[in-house]
């Protein structure tokens, strides 16, 4: 059946819409595990926890919007991430030299060691703004929002190429040495215990933070990924992040009967 209404992206009235997903499908599929007799990707949210194969996924964009999208990010993101064997983007790092070290992070060039930064920062944005102009819907009725505010706006023109990288916005790019990080995502969500706003995710070994406005540190904005000096990329072990965020859904999600043995 057909889905006739306006892109949320072009803005474009009267258009068909496509079944977009707020995560990519690879991501899912990269996720399951052969092995298990439930081979599906164990999804965690605030009520359940449970194998299962629906993927968060709604009708959003035009087609050319969609194919926008991927093409200027997902694509190639795809091929970086830790896919069950290979982590190329990790694999990039470990032979890099570091142009800044200290005992638990290393932070490289992505212009010097040949990364393409703005595929990875347009992917990023793209998520986070996904993840804000819909309210996307789990397979048990939870819902998964994380508003940007007055910066939703400014990230669709960027998205859209009717304007540059938004005014006031940095993006913070880790690859995680954690197993724990490189085997898993989740969706973008507040951070909190910071002193400004700012937003996080994590795509299968590479997390992002996003952070918004004027109050964070001159720092913050130097290690943007898209506009800092060489466009750096950090690596360090993610896992206190990574934990910290599925233990605040652990602690009211039950585990679902199909989790055990059959």
Not at 84 to 107: C, H, K
Request: charged fraction near 20%.
């Amino acid at each position: 059946m057909l889905r006739i209404g306006t892109c949320k992206l072009c803005l474009r009235p009267h258009q068909v819409l496509q079944r977009s997903h707020l995560m990519g499908r690879a991501l899912y599929r990269m996720s399951r595990d052969p092995t298990a007799w439930n081979p599906n990707p164990i999804v965690i949210t605030r009520k359940t926890t449970k194998p299962i194969s629906r993927q968060i996924a709604d009708y959003l964009l035009c087609h050319n919007c969609e194919r926008l999208l991927n093409e200027n990010g997902e694509a190639w993101m795809v091929t970086q991430v830790f896919n069950g064997r290979d982590f190329p983007l990790m694999d990039r790092l470990n032979v890099a030299v570091p142009i800044q070290r200290a005992p638990s992070v290393e932070m490289f060039s992505g212009t010097q060691i040949g990364l393409n930064m703005e595929r990875l920062a347009y992917f990023a944005l793209s998520v986070f703004w996904r993840g804000s102009v819909h309210r996307w819907r789990l397979h048990d009725g939870s819902i998964v929002f994380n508003p940007l505010g007055a910066f939703e706006e400014p990230i669709r023109r960027f998205l859209v190429g009717e304007a540059g990288f938004p005014t006031d916005v940095s993006l913070v790019a880790i690859a995680c040495t954690d197993s724990a990080s490189q085997g898993s995502f989740y969706t973008p969500a507040k951070i909190k215990g910071v002193s400004y706003t700012g937003h996080g995710m994590l795509v299968r070994g590479v997390h992002f933070r996003m952070f918004t406005g004027t109050s964070f540190p001159q720092v913050v904005r130097n290690i943007c990924c898209y506009t800092g000096p060489q466009r750096p990329i950090m690596k360090a072990s993610c896992q206190r992040i990574s934990l910290e965020a599925f233990r605040f859904l652990h602690a009211t999600s039950r585990p679902s009967v199909e989790l055990g043995s059959p």
